[in-house]
């Protein structure tokens, strides 16, 4: 689900930090952000000292929410540039819809990605069967920087379902490979950038070798923790492991999941603010002039609109 507080180009101070002095990697602890009517992610990326893991620029984990289906919960209409949206849930449903006129409803296991590229409008709602239903939203949705050459790209939107992604048995993991190549399998998933992303599920106590699959890598557990070269991390803790290879395993007593992303890192530095990512301050400031006199597309029958907040230049990346 789309952030109604997305960052400003200034981002906040979350913690960055080794988990102990034998530990090869560091941590990165997010920070809770309310979007309101109730709904709460937690927010990894960008900050300060770490503004991006390869292409992905913005990291937000969403739930998990137990709820009644409400409006309370919808994103309304509001625009994007620069960018792409790479949407993944692991429970509940929402309903898409943009300005190209793609109209998708996204649930757990398939994967949606939204490249907004010159500009696009769209919106993510309570789907109408679930209002007033009891329902669980639980997911990532997470920012990729476009390369330079497609910053402008006119927009689009692709939705692979489940059973659309490579599904690899190995030992005692499953990995299902979302963006990118890993094991010999790629998936269909059509990126200009380097991109990898991974949902990997272990048996207890069960290891997998992960080779070195992209310059730069993160490890995110979203519900369980898990053990990376031997030292363990707490769930809803990002790891930034060395990219030439680890060793994830599960605890001896439970399953884990970890997600893995990662992928070359963009091609010079990044501004972003509000909902917009570009090489370039002055093309940020005329989106906020373009969405602010109504130059933007329009997300066919859904009219409203999220205003922008004041415009500040942001500082430099």
Same mark, same amino acid.
């Given at each position: 689900m789309p952030s109604r507080a997305a960052p400003e180009d200034t981002p906040p101070q979350t913690e960055i930090r080794m988990p102990?002095? =034998?530990?090869?990697?560091?941590?990165? $602890?997010?920070?809770?952000?309310?979007?309101?009517? #109730?709904?709460?992610?937690?927010?990894?990326?960008?900050? &300060? #000292? $770490?503004?991006?893991? !390869?292409?992905?620029?913005f990291f937000d984990h969403m739930g998990p929410l137990d709820g009644i289906g409400q409006r309370e919960h919808d994103v309304r209409p509001h625009p994007h540039i620069g960018l792409c949206t790479l949407t993944y849930? *692991?429970? !509940?449903a929402m309903m898409h819809r943009d300005s190209t006129g793609a109209v998708q409803r996204i649930e757990p296991g398939a994967v949606n990605l939204m490249t907004a590229g010159q500009g696009v409008v769209h919106s993510e709602r309570t789907p109408e069967d679930l209002i007033g239903q009891p329902v669980q939203t639980h997911g990532l949705q997470l920012w990729l920087a476009l390369p330079r050459s497609h910053e402008e790209v006119p927009a689009s939107f692709e939705h692979l379902a489940a059973d659309r992604l490579p599904n690899i048995a190995h030992g005692g993991a499953r990995i299902r490979v979302l963006a990118g190549e890993a094991f010999g399998e790629r998936s269909p998933l059509t990126l200009p950038m380097q991109t990898l992303y991974l949902d990997l599920r272990l048996a207890p106590g069960a290891s997998v070798r992960l080779p070195r699959l =992209?310059?730069?890598?993160?490890?995110?557990?979203?519900?369980?923790?898990?053990?990376?070269? #031997?030292?363990?991390? &707490? =769930? @809803?803790?990002? &790891?930034l492991p060395d990219a030439n290879g680890c060793t994830v395993s599960a605890p001896p007593g439970a399953p884990a999941q970890v997600m893995v992303? !990662? #992928?070359?890192?963009?091609? !010079?530095?990044?501004?972003?603010?509000?909902? *917009?990512?570009?090489? @370039? @301050?002055?093309?940020?400031?005329?989106?906020?002039?373009?969405?602010? =006199?109504?130059?933007?597309?329009?997300?066919?029958?859904?009219?409203e609109r999220i205003p922008a907040p004041p415009w500040r230049p942001p500082k430099a990346p």
């Open positions: 102990s002095e =034998a530990a090869p990697f560091r941590t990165v $602890h997010g920070q809770a952000k309310d979007l309101g009517g #109730g709904f709460t992610v937690r927010r990894l990326l960008p900050q &300060a #000292g $770490h503004r991006s893991v !390869g292409p992905f620029v849930l *692991f429970a !509940g =992209a310059p730069e890598v993160a490890l995110y557990a979203p519900d369980t923790p898990f053990v990376l070269d #031997g030292q363990p991390v &707490a =769930a @809803r803790v990002m &790891a992303l !990662g #992928g070359e890192p963009p091609d !010079g530095p990044r501004h972003l603010w509000w909902n *917009f990512v570009s090489s @370039r @301050r002055e093309r940020i400031e005329q989106a906020v002039a373009d969405w602010e =006199a109504d130059r933007f597309p329009q997300v066919p029958s859904d009219t």
